[in-house]
């Protein structure tokens, strides 16, 4: 089992930045791969970014690449999130998930086993 508990969300204004954080116990943490996704309301959940476990080989949607980082601190059993340049369709819940195998279906929410409880960003305009 792997519990996942993000934080660092918040409401930003547009133009602003926030670094998320999702801190994974339970289980090897640098043997995972982990990814972020988000749901705004009345939308479909989407793949936001992932990256390896050793954190060598990262995956962006096209949207965020640019504008988000993804990035893993094995030692702290914590993978962030940095989103710069936020804009109001930004907002949504973010989650963070974890895999065994992150390979080439690294945007399917399928390929995840585990999920934290989301963090709310919310981007003013």
């Known amino acids: 089992q792997v519990q996942l508990v993000e934080s660092g969300g918040g409401l930003v204004q547009a133009g602003g930045s926030l670094r998320l954080s999702c801190a994974a116990s339970?289980?090897?943490?640098?043997?995972?791969?982990m990814g972020w996704f988000r749901q705004a309301p009345g939308k479909e959940r989407e793949f936001v970014a992932a990256?390896?476990?050793?954190?060598?080989?990262?995956y962006y949607a096209d949207s965020m690449k640019g504008r988000f980082t993804i990035s893993r601190d094995n030692a702290k059993n914590t993978v962030y999130l940095q989103m710069n340049s936020l804009k109001p369709e930004d907002t949504a819940v973010y989650s963070c998930?974890?895999?065994?195998?992150?390979?080439?279906?690294?945007?399917?929410?399928?390929?995840?086993?585990?999920w934290g409880q989301g963090t709310q960003v919310t981007v003013s305009s």
């Open positions: 339970g289980r090897s943490f640098s043997s995972l791969g």
């Open positions: 990256l390896s476990g050793t954190g060598r080989t990262t």
């Open positions: 998930a974890a895999t065994s195998v992150i390979g080439t279906y690294y945007s399917d929410y399928q390929t995840y086993d585990y």
